[in-house]
């Protein structure tokens, strides 16, 4: 009987409704397991549980592997406008994660680096590529290691409308 019981409990907990509460309580003829404690007022543990969750990396390998030998660093400013749009949503269809250089501290540090200020302009790794031209930008991003596309550079960023949502004042948003 015993034997039966602890099979039964190694049975519940395999199965999905392992995440609910296990009790056990004892009688006078057994120790008994379940998912609510006994109606009748009696010695009740509450039994702690463990989830096991297999955790995963957020980006593939392959993209993991490119970020450590040549990293990205983007270099854009507000008056540089659609070329630097489409800089950045190159390496956003691309899901390459990328550091994004745009506020005027940056301009100093471009300044240093290239002796101009000239943007987009795109590090990859210690190879720089002044201007967009969406060719040579994804050569270079092929040779870097970085896939053509990368399924989980979705799942990182919020969807345009739910953008357009969250800009909206709460009436606008209601409105049909």
């Known amino acids: 009987m015993m034997r039966f019981r602890a099979l039964l409990l190694i049975a519940l907990c395999s199965t999905t409704s392992c995440l609910a509460d296990v009790y056990k309580w004892t009688d006078a003829e057994s120790v008994n397991y379940g998912d609510t404690p006994p109606a009748k007022n009696r010695s009740v543990e509450k039994l702690k549980q463990s989830l096991n969750v297999v955790e995963t990396d957020k980006e593939p390998y392959e993209i993991k592997v490119a970020v450590e030998k040549n990293p990205l660093t983007l270099y854009v400013f507000k008056e540089c406008g659609n070329p630097c749009d489409q800089a950045k949503a190159l390496l956003d269809k691309r899901g390459a994660p990328y550091t994004l ?76």
């Open 101 to 176: 250089k745009n506020k005027d501290e940056d301009k100093l540090e471009l300044q240093k680096l290239t002796g101009r200020l000239q943007v987009p302009f795109l590090m990859v790794g210690k190879n720089p590529h002044l201007g967009f031209e969406e060719a040579a930008w994804n050569s270079a991003l092929d040779q870097a290691g970085y896939p053509r596309s990368n399924p989980m550079a979705d799942f990182k960023k919020p969807s345009k409308a739910a953008k357009v949502a969250d800009k909206q004042p709460a009436a606008e948003a209601k409105s049909p």
